[in-house]
């Protein structure tokens, strides 16, 4: 098991900077573009799969099971993200990204204080690191508490800071602000997202949740159109504007309804 200090990538100057590859990659450098790639449009499961075929390659590769147990949880695989950061913190031991992953997890379970003392000690050990401060504001964002919105900001401007892409941090902060509840502050990152990525459709299309969230179906339409405009055949968007129309709402409530007689 590896101490503190025993760790093969845990310093900025020992990491891979997998955005802007040099020369042949690894098959495990491959994989992890791949699944950054994948998980920027918005397809989590295959991302997360990805990480996973990553960390299997290279072990050592430590964002990859970071990654991968945040994939999960966007994906919804609760379960198989705590799988992942089980294994890794079991095999590894104090690795701060590993505690940054597992106190995402924590916030995810609504075990609150625990995911506290997790984050606490990645950012202790490991504060240059733009997952560690993601994780960070998200488990802040967790408590909803009142005037903690300070603090969630500061912790996504530092991991903003450390993006040399300088958008996918803000969209990843916009991911966890929508899912907290705060559509508001997602939009008005996801509009700095959209100005830089514009062919991106999973960005239009998180945008038009925001607007739809606040109440403003016709903003959200609109997004969900310039969605398609980029990619015709990009079925979340065309799922989301059939999900407004009257046909639409009456077939998910079904679907909903003979779902639940289903599993009774």
Not at 10 to 22: I, M, T, V
Not at 175 to 189: K, V
Not at 238 to 250: P, Q
Request: aromatic share 10%; net charge negative; with cysteine.
């Amino acid at each position: 098991m590896l101490d503190w200090l025993e760790i093969p990538d845990g310093s900025p100057e020992k990491r891979l900077d997998l955005r802007e590859p040099k020369g042949r990659l690894r098959p495990a450098e491959e994989l992890m573009v791949s699944g950054e790639r994948l998980y920027y449009e918005g397809n989590f499961a295959m991302a997360a799969r990805e990480f996973g075929r990553a960390r299997r390659h290279d072990p050592t590769l430590f964002d990859a099971w970071a990654e991968e147990v945040d994939a999960c949880l966007r994906a919804g695989m609760v379960p198989r993200a705590e799988e992942v950061a089980d294994e890794a913190v079991d095999t590894y031991g104090k690795v701060p990204v590993f505690y940054a992953a597992k106190a995402l997890l924590l916030a995810h379970q609504g075990y609150i204080e625990a995911a506290y003392q997790h984050s606490d000690i990645s950012v202790e050990h490991d504060d240059a690191r733009m997952f560690t401060w993601l994780a960070r504001g998200e488990v802040v964002l967790a408590t909803a508490m009142y005037g903690s919105m300070r603090s969630v900001d500061h912790c996504f401007e530092r991991a903003a800071q450390l993006d040399p892409t300088r958008w996918r941090a803000t969209f990843r902060a916009a991911l966890a602000l929508l899912r907290w509840g705060s559509a508001d502050r997602a939009a008005e990152r996801l509009r700095h997202v959209a100005e830089r990525t514009p062919a991106n459709p999973f960005v239009w299309k998180v945008l038009g949740d925001c607007h739809r969230e606040l109440g403003d179906d016709a903003a959200a339409r609109e997004c969900y159109g310039v969605a398609l405009s980029r990619r015709p055949d990009y079925d979340p968007a065309a799922e989301a504007l059939r999900s407004m129309t009257l046909w639409g709402r009456l077939h998910d409530r079904l679907a909903q309804f003979f779902g639940r007689k289903r599993g009774q």
